[in-house]
């Protein structure tokens, strides 16, 4: 173990604790003084705006519905990457990792050029079948479950690997189907994996702006989800109301990192 | 026979794990593939098991053809070097597992179970799960696991080799009891000779993936049909040209007829034997080792420096 | 015939297909739209969103910024894993939970943050707001854990007993942090530091109420995008888009080149 002099250590220690006062711990503590400065009115007041709970109600639906999505297909993948051979393979392990290094305003735009209903790819057909993406719920799903695609995969594929394909051959050597071998063995081998990558799917889902403000047109009382009415009533001088939202959206979103901080250290030993 | 195999070849890439491999696996016997690492041992055993897909040739359990069986389908018992215990379930449920697949009444699975778990010796243990149990402890789970289907044959692939020495020899004598009980048909891979001298009825040596010789550990031991065999089953040295076992070879303190002269070296004892290196007095003045009982050593008072005649015992 | 155990049978072969076509339609044709409309108006069409003043002035600072944050990340990241790893004072665990904050905190809410300390009703007067100096800040945010979660894990696993192999055989702390300790970070803060420029020049969110947005002052590339998308010019918003996705790829392959060498030669 290397010895430091204590006094570099003291020097260190106060820098670090500076920096993450100054930037995180501070900020973070004044957004909640700010929500309570005339105690529960501003949520109160946020709460009794229907467009506001409105937003509200579609940042839970968008949410859930693409945490679900990813959810299905981030488990999928990992077992199809980590368990099957198949050509392309190495080729879809890297894409998988692209949504992380686009910006989110990019996500927007790419759906929008494939997906808007005037000169999309596919908008124009899909707006003559009578299906509406853009400007509309599923549209920010999709910018939501891109932008948070990779979040239980890069939980759940360590976890498959480190377990080895060991139990599920035992399984299947004591007469298990493939059904059976994934539902008693697999499924329940990467649990916590699967619970951290929904925690933060979630987290990440519920907190999206760039990519919904610009599919879902930003509509008030319709599109409109949390982190947009956000940007809206501030730059609109309701500031309370935005310190309210952004009080609420902080709180599930430290919540969520609790409940993955809490859980992960059992699980390991 | 109880299992048939057939011209069975096995590639990895390029290289040849099996090579047109024949071998035919007596019912009821408890049967030994030893060879050195990556030989193909494990590789055959998995490809019996239906872990792996051989390449061409054919797998025959219990005269039915398994060739394009899958895993589930062959009723095979198979045990793992690290287990494979069920992590997330007790120790009652991993034995239960293949039984509840099966769907058979709970209080026959129970009773099973019971009963399984009596024979490994962990009945007190039966509500615990994987990670409280040591590793003998778990293979003797992973063992009455796959029992519990009632296997046509009970595959092991380096059943020890994870465990410690002493934990291992334990164990080794255990499951040839457990065998002598159950009389199931059983063939274990592994790359300790003494293991396979000790526990099977019969040895399969395999090499580079092929079948150097199958026999009883007697034949295999006595009557090598290669060197490669000789030298993997036991301590050899050379002398005038062939391979022989270092305790066999008589040491004398005074010239006999056919004795061959040497001198020894330097000597070593461990336990019971005394191993001497010793210098044969030709030409070459090669170096071969000598194994003699601690008694033979003190009545020819033999010593590093004297003068020894060496006489090849082997039939 | 035979059969490969683990190739695809008929289950796994459809939920292959089924994955795939999803991601397709997701991710990788949206992407490949946008590479297809920035070569729209041909090459004269890409120089021409790109001599745009105020489009190379957005460049500059997204890009200028973003190396500058990572620079800061790389020497503040190491040394808050650091802390976090060999330290054991009160309040550790607090901390821990606090670096990954603005991981978890919507962008849109890290900027109104950030405004409450450093904007126009900051306790402490200082008025931050719609200067270059919130953009550094707001990159800065939300890009302080990447490399202090890289390079905590490999502090953790790092064998006591090499350093003290290099105490033992004389060298003093500082020598044994840069000749025994340093090397084998490396890999991770090059890991860290591509993923935090790739945050940082894609920011958008923490930027729209914090920097004003000014053009030739605080506007960034995605800021411009969303500029160009609003005003129905999705063909300079995509030639934007590309450059951002060019740049993060260079840097990502730039440090995996680092990252390479330095452990092929440790």
């Known amino acids: 173990m290397v010895r430091t002099h204590p006094a570099l250590r003291l020097v260190l220690r106060l820098l670090v604790v500076g920096y993450l006062v100054m930037l995180v711990a501070w900020p973070v503590g004044l957004v909640v003084t700010h929500t309570f400065d005339h105690g529960f009115t501003a949520l109160d007041n946020a709460f009794a705006d229907p467009n506001v709970v409105h937003a509200l109600k579609m940042t839970a639906i968008v949410s859930v519905i693409s945490v679900l999505i990813n959810l299905v297909f981030g488990v999928t993948i990992s077992i199809l990457l980590v368990r099957y051979e198949f050509w392309g393979k190495r080729a879809l392990s890297a894409l998988i990792d692209v949504p992380l290094s686009v910006s989110p305003v990019v996500v927007g735009l790419s759906l929008l050029l494939v997906y808007n209903p005037i000169n999309g790819w596919f908008g124009a057909g899909l707006a003559d079948a009578g299906i509406k993406i853009i400007f509309s719920t599923p549209g920010m799903i999709m910018a939501t479950t891109f932008v948070a695609l990779p979040l239980v995969i890069r939980e759940v594929v360590p976890v498959l690997e480190e377990i080895g394909d060991d139990q599920e051959w035992a399984a299947r050597s004591l007469g298990a189907s493939p059904v059976q071998v994934l539902r008693r063995i697999t499924l329940p081998s990467i649990k916590w994996a699967i619970v951290y990558g929904v925690v933060l799917a979630l987290a990440r889902s519920i907190g999206e702006f760039g990519a919904v403000k610009i599919v879902s047109g930003n509509i008030v009382g319709s599109t409109q989800t949390a982190t947009t009415v956000v940007e809206e009533r501030y730059q609109n001088f309701d500031q309370p109301t935005a310190y309210a939202i952004s009080f609420l959206l902080a709180f599930a979103s430290v919540i969520c990192i609790v409940v993955v901080a809490v859980l992960r250290p059992k699980n390991e030993s | ?315 | 015939m035979s059969r490969k155990v683990n190739s695809l049978g008929r289950g796994s072969g459809l939920a292959l297909g089924i994955s795939l076509t999803w991601f397709s339609l997701l991710v990788l044709i949206p992407l490949a739209a946008v590479v297809v409309k920035s070569t729209a108006g041909g090459w004269s069409g890409f120089t021409h969103t790109l001599s745009n003043p105020q489009t190379q002035a957005a460049l500059r600072l997204t890009i200028g910024d973003s190396l500058l944050v990572t620079v800061l990340n790389v020497v503040m990241g190491t040394v808050i894993a650091w802390v976090l790893v060999r330290e054991r004072f009160p309040g550790a665990a607090i901390l821990d939970v606090i670096i990954d904050l603005p991981f978890a905190l919507p962008t849109i809410v890290a900027g109104l943050v950030l405004l409450s300390l450093y904007g126009p009703q900051s306790p402490f007067g200082v008025n931050e707001a719609n200067t270059r100096n919130a953009v550094f800040l707001a990159l800065a945010f939300v890009t302080l854990p990447f490399i202090v979660r890289t390079v905590q894990p490999v502090l953790e696993e790092l064998d006591k007993d090499v350093e003290e192999a290099a105490s033992s055989l004389g060298a003093n702390g500082f020598t044994t942090f840069r000749r025994v300790i340093l090397p084998s970070l490396v890999p991770a803060i090059a890991a860290g530091a591509g993923l935090s420029f790739a945050r940082a020049i894609s920011e958008y969110g923490s930027l729209v109420l914090l920097s004003g947005n000014l053009p030739f002052k605080t506007e960034v590339a995605s800021v411009r995008i969303v500029g160009f998308i609003e005003g129905d010019n999705t063909a300079a918003a995509s030639v934007i888009a590309v450059v951002l996705l060019v740049a993060a790829l260079v840097v990502i392959v730039a440090l995996d080149v680092v990252q390479r060498r330095v452990s092929r030669r440790g």
């Open chain 2, 1 to 315: 026979m109880s299992i048939e195999i057939t011209g069975v070849n096995k590639r990895f890439g390029d290289f040849v794990a099996l090579d047109n491999v024949n071998l035919s696996i007596p019912t009821g016997q408890l049967t030994a593939l030893l060879g050195p690492s990556g030989g193909g041992k494990s590789t055959l055993l998995r490809i019996i098991a239906g872990l792996e897909n051989a390449d061409s040739g054919s797998v025959v359990i219990e005269g039915t053809e398994a060739t394009n069986l899958p895993a589930q389908k062959r009723n095979v018992g198979f045990v793992f070097q690290h287990y494979a215990a069920f992590k997330h379930m007790s120790v009652a449920k991993n034995v239960a597992f293949g039984l509840e697949i099966r769907k058979r009444p709970k209080a026959e699975v129970k009773e099973k179970v019971e009963e399984l778990l009596g024979l490994v010796h962990l009945s007190q243990f039966a509500d615990r799960l994987p990670s409280q149990l040591s590793g003998g402890q778990r293979q003797r789970m992973a063992l009455a696991r796959a029992l519990a289907i009632e296997p046509s044959v009970l595959l092991l692939d380096e059943p020890f080799g994870a465990l410690d020495a002493k934990v291992r020899k334990e164990l080794r004598e255990w499951l040839r009891r457990l065998h002598d009980e159950v009389h199931v048909t059983t063939v274990f891979v592994t790359h300790d000779q003494e293991e396979a001298l000790e526990v099977a009825d019969e040895i399969v040596v395999i090499n580079e993936g092929r079948i150097e010789q199958i026999g009883s550990p007697d034949t295999l031991y006595d009557a090598p049909s290669n060197d490669f065999v000789m030298s993997f089953l036991g301590p050899t040295t050379q002398l005038n040209g062939a391979l022989v076992r270092p305790h066999d070879i008589e040491v004398f303190a005074h010239p006999v007829e056919n004795g061959i002269p040497a001198r020894i070296a330097r000597e070593l004892r461990v336990g019971f034997d005394v191993r001497l290196w010793v210098e044969l007095l030709d030409a070459a003045h090669e170096e071969i080792q000598v194994t003699v009982t601690r008694a033979t050593q003190r009545s020819l008072a033999l010593a590093e420096g004297n003068d020894v005649w060496l006489v090849p015992t082997s039939a």
